[in-house]
């Protein structure tokens, strides 16, 4: 596999194989990095090797050590994963950048994610760390999940099922983690889909964190979900023909996903033969014609924002070329470029 020069490493980049031509993603961290975390990463190549699912990014290879030439000629020595290409971005992405998704568009995604963790957890493991930014979409707008950095054994590693280590993007960790509780990996996975459905059918997450003194999940941990549904449709618009914004299915299925106590919330098995999930989904043509427009819209403002940030560049080439420098000065102390106000005439000394 070829790690192309023009990207720095600790990174996750675009790699080609000079024989077949093939792309890959490349996550590249140099071995004397001090935030390299060996058996974080040894750990999401052996979880990967006993994963073969067609909606999870499938592991092409792991290199220890390796060679990476830089665009400068220099020789650094990293540990790379070579991993297959999500070329359609992450849903994130989509969702912050376009919106929210129609209903039957998230029940698609959701019916494939929850077919996902249900293999994960058929094969023992718990991911322990989705969130929409570690699910991707390929080419064909078909659901990826990545970064199994944080997963671990359901059982645990005494066998009795219940974890101990604190871990997780604090936005989708469930109470028991929050409040650093023992918990089963399962129910976390569970609670953190529940959150991920919820941002692809509202475009905004459901709180801020799962404690109860978040302005928003309290009404959940006191059992007053009335308030909490009434509290995010207060500036949604329903459908035509609808009374609320939020159907009473989808409700139901959100109370039982995000309730505060783990041994409350829905399984695999029956969040599959819940009425939600069994609604109508999206024809595979017109998923991907919407997300390809979707995906238009965002590599267009990507465009727009680098090429903003040349010229902002430019510019500030231009204005740095007008700049006094005191004998024996130096710009090492001063604020950054982009500390500067746009439009700021810097025709004078800058002082100490």
Known sequence: MHFPQKFPPNRVKLAIDIITEEQAAVKMIKLDDPSLNMKRLKNEVDVMKNMSHPNIINLKEFHEEIEYVKKSGKIVKVVAIVMELAQGGELFGYVANTGRFEENEARTYFRQLISTIGYCHDQGFSHRDLKAENLLFDSEFNLKVADFGFSTLLASKDGSGQLKTI???????????????????????????????????SGTPPFDNALPDDNYYKLIWKNSHSDFWKAHEKFKVPAPGQKNFYSEDFRSLINSMLAPNPDQRLTIAEIMAHPWYKGETCSVEKLKRNFQKR???????????????????????????????????????HKPYRSIPTGTSVNRPLSC
């Open 295 to 333: 995906k238009e819209f965002i590599d267009a403002e990507i465009l727009r924002r680098k090429e903003g940030k040349q010229q902002q560049m430019e510019m500030i080439q231009q204005l740095m070329q007008n700049i006094e420098i005191p004998v024996g000065g130096s710009l090492s102390s």
């Open 167 to 201: 871990l997780g993007t604090p936005n989708y960790m469930a109470p028991e983690l929050r409040l650093k509780e023992p918990y089963s990996g399962s129910a976390v996975d569970i609670f953190a889909c529940g959150i991920v459905l919820f941002m692809m059918v």
